[in-house]
C-alpha cells in the first residue's frame, strides 16, 4: 500500500530552499544539482553552439498572478524566451517583445557568418519561426519571421525544431498542418513541406534522415452545422498517420529523396482495454545514425527504432516504476550520451530523469536523478559531463532550468532519493468499508459512488470563514480571505461542517483544465498538459483534455467501471471537446466512446447560458428514473461549473443543496457516498498555498464534524472510489497517493439532508 511522503505537511516551497517543495501530491520535489527558475511553463531549450548558453522557450497564457522570483534580471510570467549561463546557472537575458512561443527552439551557426549565432523559436500564435541572434547571454530579433505555409485549418503552429547536423536545413513540425517544414538557414525561408502524421510534435535530423512523430488520433475538421452532442465513437485512427513515426530520407537541399517510411508505433485503441494512444513524442538519433529512440510517453516505454533498411521498431525500453505497474511515468525529453552508451530520459510522471543502458532492454539498468515538478526536455553537454534538465512546473508555478554533473553523481543515492520523494509503502491492512487498492476486494458497506465536481475555488475563497456549531473555527480557514461565505454557500457550509472535510487538499494541477481531468483520469497526460497552457492560441481545436490525445491508455474511472462490468452516469463529464463552444459542437472530435448511453444528453456540460438550477433539476429528473426501477448507478459523475462570480457561486451552491438533498432522500442512500471536489483553485486566494482546494465526504458511512490532516489531492479521492468499488488503480498517480479511508467509519448515521436555499 503507498501513500504521498508529505504527511500531513502542507504543499509549497522550502523556506531555506526555494527550489525543493512539497508538491500539490504529496510528493517531494529536491531537484539534483544546480537550479535556476526560467520561466513559467517552459517546454523547449536548446544549447548554443558554443555550450555557454542554453535557450528556454516560456509558453503560457498566462500575465500575472504570481509572485516574482527574485532573480536579476527576473524571469517573465508568459509567453517568453530565457537565456540561462551554463557555468553560472544564472539567468542573463529574457525576451519579452512579443511572440506567442511554443516548444520549438534551436540554436545555430549562421551558415553566412559562422561566427554569429542563430536562435529560432517556434512563434505558434503567428504561425512563423521568429529569428535571433545571442550575444552576451541576449537575443536580439534579427530580420523578419518565417512564414510556414498554411495548413488546413488556416495556419500554421509550429512546434519542435531540428537543425541537420551540416547546419543548413532547419526543420519544423506543423502541428495543425500534419507536416513538417524545411527552412534554409542560408536565405531564413521556408522551402518545402513534407506530410506526415496527425499533430507532429517532434522531428529529429541526422545521418541522411529525418524524422517526425505524430501522436495524434485522428483529422479534425469543421462540421457542415453545429451539433447539440458529439460522437460517441472511437477516434477515427488511421494507422498510417496516427502514433506513427515518418521517416524521411533527406536529399541534402532541403528536399525529400522519396515518400516517407511509416513506423506504426502502436495498435489503434479499441476502446475497452486500450483507450488511449502510445503518444510518441521527442527523438534522439545515435551517432553513428542507425538507430532512433522514441518516447512512447502513454505506455512508459522508449522504442527502439532501427533506420537500416526499413524503418522498423527493433526493441523497447521498459519505464514502469515495477513490473505491471500501471502506467504513469511517463517518458519525454531524452539525451544520449556523446558514445552512445547512456541513455537519459527525463520522466514527468515521476519528477526524475531515468539513466539507461541504451544498447540492453533492462529496465532502470543505472538509476534515477530526482527533478523539480514535471521534466520534459533534457540536454548534454557537448563533452557529456553535465546534464540539462527543463522542469516545467518546477516550484509554484515557476520553471526551472537543472545541472547535474554526472561525474559527481551518485546514481545509486539519487535513486533511493527519487523512490523516496514518490511514494511511501506501508503494509496493507484490510478494510471492509474501504478495502485496500488491489486487494481485489469491493467495499461491503459502500455500493454507490457520487462525485460533485463544482467550481474552482480555494479552501480559503469557500470555507475559510467555517465555524462549528459553537462559533470555534472548523478547519484551517483564513476568513479574511473567503469570498464566498456562508450566507452565499449555506450547503456548502452545512456539507462541511457536518460531514467529513479535508482541508489540508490540493488541486492536482495549477492549470485548471488539466487540473479537471484527474478527476476521472487519475492523472493528466503529456499531451494535456503540452497544449493545456496555451489554450488560447490553439484556436479553432482549443483543448480543455477531453480530446481523444488526452486519453490515458487505461482511458477513465468510466472504462474501468465498464471493464469491470459496472453501470454509471455521467452529467457533463468529458464532453467539452475542441471545438465546443456555449453547448454546440463544431468539430468532428468524437466524445469517449464508453460514455455512450451513459451520458444523460439534456445535462448542460460547461455553458454559461444555462442556470446551474436547470442543471440541478434535469439530475433529479433523470436520476429519478435509476431510482424508480432500483437500478441506480454504481458510480455518477456531475460537473457543476460556475464562474468567479457571487451570482454563478451562490447558483452552484443551490444546485449542490438540491442534489445532495435529492440522493439523501433515495433507497440507497445508506449505501451511498458523495464527493464533493472543485475542479480546480483558479479563483481566491488561500493563506496556506494557492492551489490549497477541499475535499467534502458525505455519506452516512462519513464520521460526523471531521477534519482530515493528511495531505491529499483529486488522485486521493479517485484512489478511495478505486477501492470502495474494486477497481484498479487507473495511473501511477492515484497509486501512489494517500486514500481517505480514515474519514469513513462502520457505524453509519443514517440521516437525510435538507437542502438550504
Known amino acids: 500500500m503507498y501513500s504521498a511522503p508529505a504527511g500531513e505537511r502542507p504543499a509549497g516551497a522550502d523556506a531555506v530552499h526555494p527550489?525543493?517543495?512539497?508538491?500539490?501530491?504529496?510528493?517531494?520535489?529536491?531537484?539534483?544539482?544546480?537550479?535556476?527558475f526560467v520561466g513559467t511553463n517552459p517546454l523547449g531549450m536548446a544549447?548554443?553552439?558554443?555550450?555557454?548558453?542554453?535557450?528556454?522557450?516560456?509558453?503560457?497564457?498566462?500575465?500575472?498572478?504570481?509572485?516574482i522570483p527574485n532573480t536579476e534580471p527576473p524571469p517573465a510570467i508568459g509567453y517568453s524566451l530565457a537565456v540561462i549561463d551554463t557555468q553560472t546557472m544564472q539567468l542573463t537575458g529574457v525576451y519579452r517583445g512579443g511572440g506567442a512561443f511554443y516548444m520549438g527552439v534551436a540554436a545555430v551557426r549562421d551558415p553566412r557568418e559562422p561566427g554569429r549565432i542563430l536562435v529560432l523559436a517556434s512563434d505558434a500564435g503567428s504561425g512563423t519561426i521568429r529569428v535571433f541572434t545571442l550575444d552576451s547571454g541576449n537575443l536580439t530579433p534579427y530580420g523578419d519571421p518565417i512564414a510556414l505555409p498554411a495548413g488546413?485549418?488556416?495556419?500554421?503552429?509550429?512546434?519542435?525544431?531540428?537543425?541537420?547536423?551540416?547546419?543548413?536545413?532547419?526543420?519544423?513540425a506543423d502541428n495543425f498542418g500534419d507536416a513538417v517544414a524545411a527552412?534554409?538557414?542560408?536565405?531564413?525561408?521556408?522551402v518545402r513541406s513534407f506530410p506526415v502524421g496527425d499533430f507532429p510534435f517532434s522531428v529529429a535530423a541526422g545521418a541522411g534522415h529525418l524524422l517526425a512523430t505524430s501522436p495524434g488520433l485522428g483529422d479534425y475538421r469543421a462540421l457542415g452545422s453545429p451539433q447539440k452532442l458529439p460522437q460517441f465513437a472511437a477516434p477515427p485512427v488511421n494507422p498510417d498517420r496516427s502514433s506513427a513515426l515518418s521517416v524521411i530520407e533527406l536529399a541534402g537541399t532541403g528536399d525529400v529523396a522519396g515518400d516517407p517510411s511509416i513506423v506504426r508505433m502502436d495498435n489503434p485503441p479499441d476502446g475497452t482495454q486500450l483507450v488511449g494512444g502510445a503518444l510518441p513524442g521527442t527523438i534522439v538519433l545515435t551517432p553513428d545514425g542507425r538507430e532512433a529512440y522514441v518516447s512512447l510517453a502513454n505506455v512508459d516505454r522508449v522504442a527502439v527504432v532501427s533506420?537500416?533498411?526499413?524503418?522498423?521498431?527493433?526493441?523497447?525500453?521498459?519505464?514502469?516504476?515495477?513490473?505491471?505497474?500501471?502506467?504513469?511515468?511517463?517518458?519525454?525529453?531524452?539525451?544520449l550520451s556523446p558514445d552512445g552508451k547512456r541513455l537519459y530520459v527525463a520522466l514527468s510522471g515521476l519528477n526524475a530523469v531515468a539513466v539507461l543502458d541504451a544498447r540492453a532492454p533492462a529496465r532502470y539498468r543505472y538509476?534515477?536523478?530526482?527533478?523539480?515538478?514535471?521534466?520534459?526536455?533534457?540536454?548534454?553537454?557537448?563533452?557529456?559531463?553535465?546534464?540539462?534538465?527543463?522542469?516545467?512546473?518546477g516550484v509554484d508555478g515557476w520553471g526551472l532550468l537543472q545541472?547535474?554533473?554526472?561525474?559527481?553523481?551518485?546514481?545509486?543515492?539519487?535513486?533511493?532519493?527519487?523512490?523516496?520523494?514518490?511514494?511511501?509503502?506501508?503494509?496493507?491492512?484490510?478494510?471492509?468499508?474501504?478495502?485496500?487498492?488491489?486487494?481485489?476486494?469491493?467495499s461491503t458497506a459502500i455500493d454507490h459512488v457520487v462525485y460533485i465536481q463544482v467550481g474552482t475555488q480555494t479552501y480559503d475563497a469557500m470555507l475559510g470563514d467555517l465555524n462549528d456549531a459553537s462559533g470555534t473555527a472548523h478547519g484551517n480557514g483564513s476568513p479574511a480571505l473567503t469570498t464566498y461565505p456562508e450566507n452565499v454557500t449555506p450547503n456548502l457550509h452545512a456539507l462541511a461542517r457536518r460531514y467529513g472535510l479535508a482541508d489540508n487538499f490540493y488541486a492536482p494541477d495549477d492549470n485548471l483544465d488539466a487540473a479537471g481531468t484527474y478527476a476521472t483520469g487519475g492523472q493528466a497526460t503529456l499531451y494535456t498538459e503540452l497544449t493545456s497552457a496555451v489554450a488560447s492560441i490553439r484556436a479553432p481545436l482549443v483543448p480543455h483534455g477531453d480530446d481523444p490525445e488526452s486519453y490515458g491508455r487505461a482511458g477513465y474511472l468510466f472504462n474501468s467501471l465498464a471493464r469491470a462490468g459496472l453501470s454509471f452516469r455521467d452529467y457533463g463529464g468529458l464532453l467539452r471537446l475542441a471545438g465546443y463552444s456555449d453547448g454546440s459542437y463544431r468539430f468532428d472530435v468524437p466524445a469517449l466512446a464508453g460514455l455512450a448511453n451513459n451520458v444523460d444528453a439534456d445535462y448542460s456540460p460547461w455553458n454559461p447560458k444555462v442556470d446551474d438550477a436547470k442543471r440541478a433539476a434535469e439530475f433529479v429528473r433523470d436520476m429519478q428514473r435509476y431510482v424508480s426501477s432500483d437500478s441506480v448507478p454504481a458510480f455518477t459523475f456531475v460537473a457543476i461549473p460556475t464562474g468567479p462570480t457571487q451570482g454563478g457561486v451562490a447558483g452552484a451552491d443551490r444546485a449542490l443543496g438540491t442534489i445532495v438533498d435529492f440522493i439523501s432522500h433515495t433507497p440507497h442512500w445508506s449505501s451511498t457516498v458523495v464527493f464533493v471536489v472543485p475542479e480546480g483553485a483558479a479563483d481566491g486566494a488561500d493563506h496556506v498555498n494557492a492551489l490549497r482546494s477541499y475535499a467534502v465526504v458525505v455519506s452516512p458511512l462519513a464520521k460526523r464534524g471531521y477534519v482530515g490532516k493528511a495531505h491529499l489531492s483529486v488522485p486521493s479521492v479517485v484512489k478511495t472510489e478505486e477501492e470502495i468499488l474494486g477497481l484498479p488503480p487507473l495511473s501511477l498517480s492515484d497509486l501512489l497517493a494517500t486514500d481517505m479511508a480514515d474519514f469513513f467509519t462502520d457505524a453509519p448515521v443514517v440521516e437525510q439532508y435538507q437542502a438550504l436555499h
Open 19 to 36: 527550489t525543493n517543495a512539497i508538491l500539490p501530491s504529496g510528493r517531494i520535489a529536491a531537484p539534483a544539482g544546480q537550479s535556476a
Open 47 to 67: 544549447l548554443s553552439p558554443d555550450g555557454r548558453s542554453i535557450i528556454v522557450t516560456n509558453d503560457d497564457d498566462r500575465t500575472g498572478g504570481l509572485p
Open 152 to 172: 488546413p485549418l488556416g495556419h500554421a503552429f509550429p512546434a519542435g525544431i531540428t537543425v541537420e547536423p551540416n547546419g543548413r536545413y532547419a526543420y519544423v
Open 183 to 190: 527552412i534554409d538557414l542560408s536565405t531564413r525561408t521556408a
Open 307 to 335: 533506420l537500416q533498411g526499413p524503418p522498423r521498431v527493433v526493441r523497447g525500453l521498459d519505464l514502469r516504476l515495477f513490473p505491471d505497474a500501471p502506467f504513469g511515468a511517463q517518458p519525454t525529453g531524452e539525451a
Open 367 to 393: 538509476g534515477l536523478i530526482p527533478t523539480a515538478w514535471y521534466p520534459t526536455a533534457l540536454a548534454l553537454s557537448p563533452e557529456g559531463r553535465f546534464l540539462y534538465i527543463l522542469d516545467t512546473k
Open 403 to 442: 545541472k547535474i554533473d554526472l561525474k559527481k553523481t551518485s546514481l545509486v543515492r539519487t535513486t533511493l532519493d527519487t523512490l523516496r520523494f514518490n511514494r511511501t509503502p506501508a503494509v496493507a491492512k484490510f478494510d471492509p468499508v474501504i478495502p485496500p487498492l488491489r486487494s481485489e476486494k469491493r
